[in-house]
């Protein structure tokens, strides 16, 4: 079974703050992504990666940065946190190969609430 | 660049009659996967169903949906909806391979009553 786990599930912090949200997966996938979900706006991509070392930014990269330390995880850094970044935030792996059996599996996802 | 349309942010219907969720996809890729992902209350995304094949039907959970390429849609539909088919739906695009990630639509909120 395939397994994305997310830590901290929440997270209350402070205006100016650093927050780090953490991913681990056991898909042994090369690819693992974060979102944000917010109503009205879906999901949207905020940072990507292809495996260890490599980061790329997504579509809404401003005021986060990635770290893929090791093909099992990922995290997702807000240097700076600001009230705007409060949502729900998702990890997913997925499979490089994008044939048929593409697939993302996603996380628990975690609540931040910035104040 | 790439892009996906759902018209309906929320849909609200009565157990039994059929649901029918719209999506229309933009992308110069020629060959692109389609997905419908669900998302039940306090759970995450998890893939519905999916497709490559233009013009088949591609069936799962009692759901299907047939990818047009002429006219770039992916829809969604039930022949009889259920309470617990009450959730968020995302239509989503994969340029296929090599493909950075999906990109997903806004989303439609399916509610069912009784």
């Known amino acids: 079974e395939a397994a994305v786990t997310q830590s901290p599930r929440n997270k209350v912090a402070v205006t100016g703050g650093k927050v780090t949200l953490s991913c681990n997966q056991t898909n042994n996938h090369n690819n693992m992504y974060w979102y944000r979900q917010d109503t009205g706006h879906g999901l949207r991509l905020i940072h990507y990666?292809?495996?260890?070392?490599?980061?790329e930014k997504g579509d809404i990269p401003d005021g986060y940065k990635a770290s893929r330390p090791s093909q099992e995880n990922f995290s997702l850094i807000l240097e700076l946190a600001t009230p705007s970044q409060t949502s729900v935030y998702f990890c997913a792996s997925g499979d490089e190969n994008w044939g048929r059996d593409a697939e993302q599996f996603f996380g628990p996802g975690t609540r931040l609430t910035v104040l | 660049g790439d892009s996906v349309t759902q018209t309906e942010g929320l849909v609200t219907l009565t157990e039994g009659l059929p649901v029918m969720l719209n999506c229309t996809y933009q992308?110069?890729?020629?060959?692109?996967?389609l997905f419908w992902y669900v998302q039940h209350l306090n759970e995450s995304p998890r893939l519905l169903l999916k497709s490559f094949t233009d013009n088949k039907r591609t069936e799962h959970q009692g759901f299907h949906a047939t990818l047009h390429k002429s006219s770039s849609s992916f829809h969604l539909q039930k022949s009889s909806a259920q309470l617990s088919d009450s959730a968020l739906y995302y239509c989503?695009?994969?340029?296929?391979?090599?493909?950075?990630?999906?990109?997903f639509g806004t989303g439609t909120t399916v509610s069912v009553s009784p």
């Open positions: 990666s292809y495996g260890a070392g490599s980061t």
């Open positions: 992308t110069i890729y020629s060959n692109p996967f």
């Open positions: 989503a695009l994969s340029e296929g391979q090599g493909g950075r990630a999906l990109i």
